[in-house]
Structure formats: C-alpha cells, structure tokens
C-alpha cells in the first residue's frame, strides 16, 4: 500500500510539473516571445536577426506598453518582458519573483513641429505648457513667427497611460493625471494633493510612428517619445517638419545622455520570470548576446547607449 501511494504521488508531482514549468524544457521547442515596451520593441527589432542567428531559434518581439509587459511575464503569459521604466514598489511587491536586466538607455524627446521655428524650451515652460497654464505657441517662445489663431493654439499630445514612457514622463514633470471618461484624452496638474486639473485636454497615442505622424501633419502639436527611434530616422523624409527639442539648452545625444546633461533619461529592461526555467535561461543567453561587442556597437549605432552589465 505504501509503495503503491508513493507511486501515485510521484505521478502527481510530474504532472504538475508538466502543467507549469517543464525544467528540462528545450527553449527551442517554440519561438522565443517578447512582448511589452514600444521603446524597448524599436531597440530589439534591429537586433532581431543576430538574436535569432545565436539563439537558433525564431523570435516574435510584440509592442503592447510596459504595463502590460511586466502583468505577462509576471503570469507566465510570455518568454521575457521588457519595459522602459524601473518596476514599481508595487510591482515588486506582488511579483517578487520578476528580476530586471538593464540593456541600455535612452531618452524622452520631446518633438515639435519645425514651422514653429521653436529648438529649445525651459523645463519650466515645457510644464507649464502641459499643464495648460501657457496655450500660446507665441507666449512659449519669442522665436515663434506670426501665426493665425487656429495655429497659435498648443495642441497636447502623449504616450499612453500603460507605458513607460509616460511614467518617466510624469515623474521628470512632476505631474499627476486623470483621465476623461469614455474618452482618449488626459488632463495634467501638478504631483500632490493641491491643485486642481487643467482644462486642457492631452489626447493620448500608442506608437512611436503616432507621434512621428502627428507632429508632421500637424503645425502647432508637441509630443514625445524615444530618442533612439527618432534618432534612426536623422534624415527621414517622414521627419522633414519634426524639430527635435533641447530642454533647458541641453539637445538629446548619446553623449548628453551618456553624462547626465539632459535630463529625460530612462532606463530599458527586460524582465526575467524567475519561477520559469524557460525565462531564466532565455534570460541569460540574451544577457550574454547582449554583453558581446558586437551587439554593444549595433545599439549604440541606432541611437541606443548599451550599459556596462
């Protein structure tokens, strides 16, 4: 009886193993899947085919916000998260077995239309204009030229509230949000209890060809988004009417980034889940691919600056 009992409760356990994670599980078995940050999505897709080529294995890289990037890998939804923001204290709290591997930073850059003949904006102004307490494109900067009121008129525009990007965003700021019901717009105050919510509505974008596409189409728009993306795309037709800002005297490079000078510098993650053997070791080959000179060069060559590890 007793021999008879144990058997039946090492089946039990294999199953259950089988049920969750396998650890003998071949990673080749099925394509690798990365899914979460849309900033983290444009640093991998040129780093696709030499992951793939290393790994022996076919990769889907899948944009859906940072947000939901870590809520996958925590469930074991997905292969290996990414986001382009630290997890949260709550985060780490309710999923202590995610553990984050920094490849690189990058930056926020703010993106104007060039008919606004606008380079630079203070932090202060860059607030204040996202709070709704500047509206006027003339009131924003003496360089601007004389436009009609239909032009003069600040138009708002932001990444989504499920991405990293607008976390960074915020935090640089110091604002605070809510959202409109049924609706795609925000608005902005600032961080803290006082204070109440700007009647300027900010309507919201998802991708990095959104922003791109907005601020070219329309003359008196300001958005944001990677640096390292928009960096690729120097001499893009697509681009020919986008200005990217300096902030505060300080324009967006690899160097500016590289020593602290300018200030919107976030971090770029991948999320490892630590209770799936699959995760882990996709986790550490991609940490060693990433540590190789030659991946090191490619990111920093698409605007990207690779981290020591």
Known sequence: MFIRSLKVLTLT????GKSSF??????NT????IAGSTSVTELLIPLKDDISLALDNTLQIRPMGSDKGVKAIAEGLIDIGT????????????????????????ALTFIVNSELNIKNLSITTLKNIYQGKITKWSDASQLTPELSNKNDEILLFSKSTHHGSFDVF?????????????SNFIRLKNAGNSGLFSNQKVELYNQFNQALGIVQRIPNAIAY????????????????????????????TLQSISDGEYAFVR???LIVNT???????????LTALLKSQKLKDKIREHGYLPVQF
């Open 267 to 269: 971090p770029l993650i």
């Open 22 to 27: 396998a650890l003998d599980e071949d990673i």
């Open 170 to 182: 915020l935090e640089f700021l110091e604002l605070d949000y809510i959202k409109d019901p049924e």
């Open 30 to 33: 099925k394509p690798i899947l």
């Open 275 to 285: 209770q799936s053997p699959r995760s882990k070791e996709i986790g550490v080959k």
């Open 13 to 16: 356990f294999f199953f259950l």
């Open 225 to 252: 988004d990677s640096y390292g993306a928009i960096s690729n795309l120097e001499n893009d037709r697509r681009i020919n009417k986008v200005t990217t800002l300096s902030i505060n005297g300080v324009k967006p």
């Open 83 to 106: 986001t382009s923001r630290y997890l949260t204290k709550q985060e780490q709290e309710q999923w202590p077995h995610l553990r984050q591997i920094i490849i690189a930073q990058d």
